[in-house]
């Protein structure tokens, strides 16, 4: 029998799916009862890594990993699945009740999941996140999937990218004229 775990029984307040290179969100889901402002959020998270790489002191881009507060981390965990390749960027606002490599797992499974999913729709990624929205579901259920027991983060009945059911969205034809 499966056991129902609690609502915030993951271990993030929140985790975002941003698009690499524009910072734009694609899909996010809030575990706990704060209020996010998520533009403003995943604006912030790219401007980070954009400042982080102005004050480099090498030619190499730097990526941000985590950031560390009293209460809470914000862990990144960036996918650049070969080079030409549109890069994903997954970020969770941790409640730091777990080790960070196992949240850093945890985040790497699910970005990747989400790029294995969604790659033809993320290379030629004009702006539109409503395919995306789908995904909504599956970080719905990892809350529940959670296993804090085992060092490798438990996505059970998710072994396949193909789980995740798309909706056929109905093709746009452009606006039609209505005649008075």
Known sequence: MKEILHKNSIPFHSIYLIDGETGCELISKNYSDNEYDVNVITGMFK?????????AYSDRYEYLQEINFKGLRIVYERYNPA????????????????????EHAFLQKIVIDFYNVYEPIIQHFKGDVMPFQCFFNRLEEYQYNWNSDQKEPSFLGYNSPQIVKTLNFPEFHGF???SD
């Open 47 to 55: 401007a980070l890594e954009s400042f982080i790489n102005h004050l």
């Open 83 to 102: 080079f030409g390749k549109k890069s994903l960027l997954c970020v969770g606002i941790s409640k730091k009740v777990e080790d960070a490599k196992i």
């Open 176 to 178: 039609q004229r209505i």
